[in-house]
């Protein structure tokens, strides 16, 4: 398997070198020469795999020449202690992520990706440093994913004051070779300030850098796992694929889902379902791609008005491709904090905020006409299955006033006892240069 940078396809690298460098040279982002399918045997038995065998085959062909098959094997079982189990709520399905280190989807890409990173820089004697935007749960799960790996070190940028407490300290509060910067700014702010150190020649020269957000392929492959394993479970032997909505921020976790789409999972329709940051269910509409500044919400981790994996989806597909794959919609705060309320009378199931999103999403385009009616449920000729994301716990300070007490998961407990420890800085590359260079002295 070969990648290539979206803004230049005469030029292929390896896995290992898309990995670690993270952002290609041209500033593009690396996708796959092609996409490999599953074989007959995987496709057949998704339904039934356990989670870490159904990443092993979705992973193996986009890494092979690189890392072996029996390596492979044990970085999954390693990586994935924990599922990512299908449940049934109300009148569809729930895909639970949240049920790893740091609660968050985002354990499944960095928990891989630390792995990865680990075999492929082993007899390497300079160090790496890691560079990674976060708008919510990237930055936890991936300082816990790298945290006490030797040889690398991480710096996680955040928008100061625009994550939750509990994010804050699952990203500042770790120490060792985490450190944390809080950025007078936005995500987007923080997002270009990463990409311009990769672009920085004094950078490129001190340091040895790579990302570890979604722009970088290694923590998006791994993600198409869940959506085959969930497509699987609730699909069964019925001939019919799942619709999968996606709560949609920067959009790397539905390329992965596409990815997953074009592998071969039984997958009939994606539904990207943003915040009021709604730049791409607005190029669904009318074809224009408009990136703009993004606008807080309740549903933090979704803020970005410039998502950078919308590069990934317009290099595979044409706008009118995605029309037919992809329906977009978009949620507001007021429908959030209605749907959290409701979801839990009606359900007694709590709903964080970016689920929340992507729920009421699915009752818009239900009553627009746009989705078949319910229930979408077990047994049904349309399954349909919302991705939680996030542990409503994460969210507390929003969802407990809408439904009371929200039971916290150990991994939580443990980390609201940290105390987080950043350094902040304006949303200028020349803050951000003089600060890395001033680590390395």
């Given at each position: 398997m070969h990648y290539y940078s979206t803004r230049d396809k005469n030029t292929a690298v390896s896995f290992a070198d898309a990995a670690l460098g993270g952002l290609a040279p041209d500033g593009g982002l690396?996708?796959?020469?092609?996409?490999?399918?599953?074989?007959?045997?995987?496709?057949?038995?998704?339904?039934?795999?356990?989670?870490?065998?159904?990443?092993?085959?979705?992973?193996?062909?986009w890494v092979e020449a690189d890392i072996p098959n029996a390596?492979?094997?044990?970085?999954?079982?390693?990586?994935?202690?924990?599922?990512?189990?299908?449940?049934?709520?109300?009148?569809?399905?729930?895909?639970?992520?949240?049920?790893?280190?740091?609660a968050a989807f985002k354990d499944f890409g960095a928990r891989f990706m630390a792995r990865s990173f680990s075999y492929l820089r082993r007899g390497e004697g300079k160090p790496l440093k890691i560079l990674v935007a976060t708008s919510g749960d990237t930055g936890g799960a991936v300082a816990d994913g790298f945290y006490g790996v030797e040889g690398i070190s991480v710096t996680v940028l955040y928008p100061k004051g625009r994550v939750s407490p509990l994010q804050e300290r699952q990203i500042a509060g770790l120490g060792g070779n985490i450190s944390a910067i809080a950025v007078e700014g936005s995500f987007d702010d923080c997002q270009s300030l990463v990409k311009q150190a990769f672009g920085d020649e004094v950078l490129k020269k001190r340091l040895v850098l790579s990302s570890a957000n979604s722009i970088n392929v290694s923590r998006l492959i791994p993600q198409a796992a869940y959506y085959s394993a969930g497509a699987g479970r609730a699909s069964g032997k019925q001939k019919t694929g799942l619709i999968v909505c996606v709560p949609s921020g920067n959009f790397g976790n539905l390329t992965a889902g596409l990815y997953a789409f074009k592998m071969g999972a039984p997958i009939n329709l994606f539904i990207a379902a943003t915040n009021i940051n709604k730049t791409v269910p607005d190029f669904l509409e009318n074809g224009k791609y408009e990136a703009r500044k993004s606008q807080a919400t309740l549903s933090n981790a979704m803020d970005v008005g410039a998502p950078s994996n919308f590069e990934r989806m317009a290099a595979h597909f044409s706008w009118e491709e995605m029309r037919r794959l992809i329906l977009g919609v978009y949620t507001d705060d007021e429908d959030t904090r209605k749907t959290i309320g409701a979801v839990y009378r009606d359900c007694a199931y709590f709903l964080d905020p970016h689920t929340a999103v992507g729920w009421h999403g699915v009752d818009k385009l239900?009553?627009?006409?746009?989705?078949?009616?319910?229930?979408?449920?077990?047994?049904?000729?349309?399954?349909?299955?919302?991705?939680?994301?996030?542990?409503?716990?994460?969210?507390?300070?929003?969802?407990?006033?809408?439904?009371?007490?929200?039971?916290?998961?150990?991994?939580?407990?443990?980390?609201?006892?940290?105390?987080?420890?950043?350094?902040?800085?304006?949303?200028?590359?020349?803050?951000l240069k003089e600060l890395l260079l001033g680590n390395t002295l």
């Open positions: 690396y996708v796959p020469e092609t996409i490999p399918l599953y074989s007959g045997a995987v496709k057949s038995s998704l339904g039934t795999m356990d989670y870490a065998d159904i990443a092993f085959e979705t992973i193996k062909p390596v492979l094997e044990d970085m999954v079982h390693s990586a994935y202690p924990f599922d990512a189990p299908l449940v049934s709520v109300g009148d569809r399905f729930v895909l639970e992520l949240f049920h790893g280190p740091t239900r009553d627009s006409g746009a989705l078949p009616c319910g229930p979408w449920g077990k047994g049904s000729e349309n399954p349909l299955a919302v991705l939680s994301t996030a542990h409503p716990a994460k969210f507390a300070e929003t969802v407990e006033t809408l439904t009371g007490p929200v039971p916290l998961p150990d991994s939580l407990k443990k980390a609201m006892d940290r105390k987080a420890e950043a350094r902040t800085i304006t949303a200028e590359f020349e803050a």
